[in-house]
């Protein structure tokens, strides 16, 4: 048994018992959460999730404990056209989509549609963006354009992870987790005051993440899709009479092994096999070691010199350092094997000013964030040139401004009007080297390689791109149970630098900077809403209505090519032109006694109106052969819960089924990669003794065993119109990158059972 083997048993008895999250939430926070109305910060200040208007979903703490969430990634289980996945060959890098807008390239260069946020601090990298849920008061999930209050990237919504505050009093909680595939967690948080008057607390929490693989890479031995994480956390607050200040600190050490991918055709070059397990893999690349570490810390400090006024200052510090051996062929052969780097961090300061008093509420801040990110990579093309090895280092550095301001006016007690604004200022600077290398890999990999020819790209240079972003919300409120609203809103992302793209093959007249540049992007959304309690506030109801148009679309991707007369691949980066994306959203909760029922509906109609590639030499529009990705046309779930009487406590039996329907992997469709419609179905039974003192639940998630494709690589060859795969007359598939054919696919987890044992002293 290896060493990290060892500690799950241990780990397992060690945190036998537990609580998730550790500590009660704040009542605040909790205050109606069993019909809906959770406290939010959507427009940075406290709001009942019904009068907030603003289409969004919020889950407390509590809610997520209960479904037996384990990262950010379940909610795409819960929320309507939302799509969250871990990227390919790692656990911890996230892909994001929200209604249409997203992105899952992560090198550096290209950045998300979806911001994430960690305690108000925003995270620029998609890198060790999958975060564990513990430790967590709630999840919101914002949808829509949220350029005004939030800013960078958050052109298709953003996601906000919000930790707990720490209580006046002495707490110890533990979680434990064991279950199928040898899952061994723990969780354990202690918070207490420091002084005596509570005036100063502290609180930190330790957690162990582990499960073994759901298969097996049959080449190198090790277990393919398993868990080995530690996490940790660590909070300092200060709660004056008007002052509130915390300083925190996170840590996660992901030692997982590498995700290997499965081939869905044989080997051209080895005849390797198609597995029959989908979570097997026959990938030979182990090196460098699968490693990433990641860590931060933040301070947010607010004062209320008057009942009227608040300040705020957020400054944050974030780090984040990846290994990852990707082999895309997923065979033995050193075929398109890709060592890489990813090495990422970043500064942030962010100052708000609010003032609310009678009608009026106001906020105006501003935003500052230096963030810079290397990748480097190798493509080892071992099977075509001896050694042949094409090499990528591409430091990209992003200096990031804005300005802004929103203003809300009760015009009656009914009817309100907001408007808002964010004046935004990017600068890109990029260093992209590309060279080839015989004989073996690059230095930067060991590789014992020898640089040929003169580099393909040796880029140095930068770019600036300004913008303004406004939103205007037109709100009325007939009762206190309904909230109806109408938004017009607008979301910016900024254009950059290939780092993938060859310089060389520039066409005559157009400089390496040109040719290697992409624009920004833009969103235009239209939204109408209701928000309603109804049936003496037994059913909560949200519905929404949306139409957002998106131009110049950012779609980067590589081909394979031929540069200096070798075989290689280039970055394809292209601004794609027109795509509308229009839809519904509901979501709803009835409590009927001890029967409660929850469902989500979201439909989305996302198409390209234009899509301008060259083939031959010439734009083409090949918009109607084109598919927006990672955006199925319908997704939602349906869930009951029933408190079942007990003599002490309370018994919960909850179950419920999730589904999408079809989902193109990438804009080009094709049937060996892209997922067909599924469901999902779950369940579980809690046991919570009085007073919450503590818990014992069993979790069933995937029960009928579903197998869906998550993502993948392609590398063979299509027509470049229709997208259509090509064949020998054999009846082969032509490889275009290598030799092996790289069809490869990455696949969600099959059924997991497991128990959760929680305590609180």
Same mark, same amino acid.
């Given at each position: 048994?290896n060493?990290?083997n060892?500690l799950?048993?241990f ?7 537990a609580?998730?999250g ?8 909790q205050q109606g959460?069993?019909n809906?109305?959770?406290?939010v910060?959507?427009?940075r200040r406290?709001e009942?999730?019904?009068s907030v208007p603003?289409?969004m979903?919020a889950l407390?703490?509590?809610q997520?404990?209960?479904k037996g969430f384990?990262?950010?990634t379940?909610?795409?289980d819960e ?8 990227s390919r060959g ?8 929200i209604?249409?807008?997203g992105q899952?390239?992560?090198?550096s260069g ?6 994430i946020?960690?305690d ?7 890198q060790?963006?999958?975060?564990d849920i513990y ?5 919101e999930?914002?949808?829509?354009p ?5 800013g960078r990237n958050?052109i298709?919504?953003?996601?906000k992870y ?7 009093k002495?707490?110890?909680g533990?979680r434990g987790?064991?279950g199928?595939?040898d899952q061994?967690?723990?969780v354990a948080t202690?918070?207490?005051?420091i002084?005596?008057?509570g005036?100063i607390?502290a ?5 162990r993440?582990?499960?073994g693989?759901?298969?097996?890479n049959?080449t ?5 899709y398993?868990?080995d994480?530690?996490?940790g956390r660590g909070t ?5 009479d008007k002052?509130?200040a915390?300083l925190t600190?996170d840590?996660?050490h ?5 995700r290997?991918?499965h081939?869905e055709i044989?080997?051209?070059?080895s ?6 397990n989908?979570?097997d ?6 090196s ?6 990641a860590w ?9 010199p008057?009942e ?9 510090f !974030?780090k984040d350092?990846s %290994?990852?051996p990707?082999d895309?062929? &997923? =065979?033995?052969?050193q075929d398109? +094997? $890709?060592?890489a780097y ?5 500064w942030s ?9 009678? !009608?009026?509420?106001?906020? %105006? ?5 230096y &963030? =810079?990110a290397?990748t480097?990579f +190798? $493509?080892?093309l071992?099977t075509t040139?001896a050694?042949l090895?094409?090499?990528?280092d ?5 200096d990031t401004?804005?300005?802004f ?11 309100s009007?907001?408007?808002?604004g ?5 600068k890109r ?7 080839n ?6 230095p930067t990999?060991g590789g014992a ?6 580099a393909?790209t040796?880029?140095?240079g930068?770019a ?7 939103r205007?919300?037109?709100n009325w409120?007939p009762d206190?149970?309904?909230t109806?609203?109408?938004s017009?809103?607008?979301?910016f ?5 290939d ?10 007249g157009?400089?390496q ?10 969103v235009d959304s239209?939204e109408?809403?209701?928000k ?7 059913l ?14 950012q779609i980067?991707?590589s081909?394979?090519?031929t540069v ?5 691949f280039?970055?394809v980066v ?6 509308r994306m229009?839809g519904?959203?509901a ?7 001890a029967?409660?029922?929850?469902g989500?509906l979201?439909y ?8 301008i590639?060259?083939?031959a030499?010439?734009p083409?529009?090949v918009a ?8 199925p046309?319908w997704?939602g779930n ?12 309370s018994l919960?039996?909850s179950?419920g089924?999730?589904?999408?329907s ?8 094709n ?7 599924y469901?999902l ?7 919570r003794?009085?007073?919450?003192r503590?818990?014992?639940g069993v979790y ?8 869906y ?5 392609t590398y063979?060859?299509?027509n470049?119109?229709t997208?259509?795969?090509t064949y ?6 032509i490889?275009?990158l290598g030799k092996?054919g790289?069809?490869?696919?990455y696949?969600?987890?099959?059924r ?10």
């Open positions: 048994m060493a990290r060892s799950r048993p780990t397992a008895i060690l945190f036998a018992s609580a998730i550790a500590l009660p939430a704040p009542a605040l926070a959460a069993s809906g109305d959770i406290i910060t959507a427009r406290n009942s999730l019904n603003i289409t979903t407390t703490g509590d997520l404990a209960a384990a990262d950010i379940s909610l795409a929320v309507p056209n939302v799509t969250l996945e871990p790692t656990n911890s890098t996230l892909s994001a989509f209604r249409g807008v899952q390239d992560p090198v290209f950045e998300q549609g979806v911001g946020y960690l108000d601090v925003y995270l620029n990298r998609p060790a963006a999958v975060l430790d967590v008061e709630r999840v999930v914002l949808r829509g949220q350029g005004t209050l939030y958050t298709g919504g953003a996601i919000v930790t707990k505050k720490i209580d006046d002495l707490h110890l533990l987790t064991y199928s595939y061994a967690d723990g202690i918070s207490s005051p002084t005596k008057d005036l607390r609180s930190g929490t330790l957690a993440l582990t499960r693989g759901f298969g097996k049959l190198t031995g090790l277990s393919n398993n868990k994480i530690w996490a300092l607050e200060v709660h004056g002052i509130f915390r600190g840590y996660t992901d030692m997982s092994n590498p290997g991918g081939r044989p080997g051209q070059y005849g390797a096999p198609v597995l029959a989908v979570f893999t026959q990938a030979g690349l182990n460098p070691k699968q490693d990433v570490k931060g810390w933040s301070l947010f400090l607010e004062a209320k008057s009227a006024l608040t300040l705020r200052s957020i400054t944050a !974030r350092d %290994a990852s990707i895309f062929d &997923a =065979t033995a052969s398109v +094997d $890709v060592p990813y090495r990422n961090k970043q300061q962010e100052l708000q000013v609010l003032y609310s008093k009678g !009608r009026f509420n106001g906020m %105006a801040g501003f935003y500052y964030l &963030a =810079t290397l480097q +190798d $493509v080892r071992f040139v050694g090895t094409a090499y990528t591409a430091n990209i550095r992003t401004m804005a300005g301001v929103n203003m809300s006016y009760d015009i009656t007690d009914q009817i009007i907001e408007a808002g964010r004046y935004t200022w990017d600077y990029a260093q992209i080297l590309r060279q290398y015989v004989g073996g890999g690059s990999f390689g020898t640089a040929s020819g003169a393909s040796n880029f140095l930068s600036s791109y300004t913008k303004f972003t406004p205007v919300s037109l409120k206190s149970n309904n109806i609203y109408a017009f809103s607008q979301g992302k900024g254009g950059g630098f780092p993938r793209g060859v310089g060389v093959n520039a066409p005559a157009v400089t900077g040109q040719y290697l540049s992409f624009r920004p992007e833009k239209y109408i809403g209701l309603t309690r109804l049936f003496d506030r037994k909560a109801l949200n519905l929404a209505a949306f139409r957002m148009d998106y131009t110049d679309v980067p991707g081909v394979a090519c200096g007369g070798l075989p290689s280039c970055g292209s601004n794609a032109g027109k795509a229009q519904v959203e979501e709803g909760k009835l409590k009927l006694g029967l409660s029922l929850n989500s979201g989305i109609d996302a198409k390209y109106l234009q899509y590639t060259l083939i030499g010439a083409t529009d109607a052969n084109r598919k927006v990705q990672n955006t046309a997704t349906a869930s009951a819960s029933y408190a079942i009487p007990v003599p002490a406590g919960d039996l179950g089924v999730s589904w999408k079809t989902t193109y992997q990438f804009e080009v469709p049937p060996y990669l892209d997922q067909p419609a469901a179905f779950d369940a579980s039974l809690v046991y003794a009085p007073g919450g503590w818990t014992l069933g998630k995937n029960l009928a065993d579903k197998r494709k998550t993502s993948g690589y063979v060859a299509a470049a119109t997208g259509a795969l020998t007359g054999a009846g082969n598939l490889p275009t092996e790289v069809l490869t696919t696949w969600g987890n099959p997991q059972v497991f128990a959760t044992a929680t305590v609180n002293f």
